[in-house]
């Protein structure tokens, strides 16, 4: 698989991972784009960025999506958002892998399973898909 992969000592901390950022077209003025890590830093940052025709510019229809994965009472937030004060939650944390070959895969690593959320022609049609893996096979989780 050839494009872009970077492992987790490429977003150890949050300000590493905000200063490598990903986008990708739809051919129709429309994108998705965002931090290797999930946290919007731009306003221009979104999942979901429309240019309709006769229009004077963009609409950012997604700008993220917070996923969590609940399991035998624990909770693993896999995003990542900065407030004033605070990072709340801190998905990076889990995030072992970034591969960009032409759509993101994030692969993370919440406990003893991995997580791969691959999104597919965000512009499109958005239809995330997780697998959870355990050594030796992968399941499908959703």
């Known amino acids: 698989m ?14 590493e991972g905000i200063k490598k950022e990903w986008v990708v077209g739809n051919g129709l003025g429309g994108y998705a784009s965002s931090t290797i ?19 004077p510019g963009r609409f950012v229809l997604l700008s993220s999506l917070d996923e969590e994965i609940s399991l035998n009472e624990e909770v693993y937030r896999l995003a ?12 990076f944390n889990y995030l072992s892998k970034f591969i960009l070959a032409p759509f993101p895969l994030w692969v993370y690593q919440p406990g003893v399973f991995t997580v ?14 997780f697998f959870m893996t355990s050594d030796p096979g992968e399941k499908e989780l959703c």
């Open 37 to 55: 890590i999930g946290a919007g830093t731009r306003t221009y940052h979104g999942l979901l960025v429309a240019a309709p025709e006769n229009s």
């Open 2 to 15: 050839s494009g872009i992969r970077l492992g987790a000592d490429s977003f150890s901390t949050y300000e």
């Open 116 to 129: 791969k959320k691959k999104s597919l022609q965000f512009m499109v049609i958005i239809q995330p898909v």
């Open 80 to 91: 990542t958002h900065k407030y004033l004060d605070t990072i709340s939650p801190t998905g």
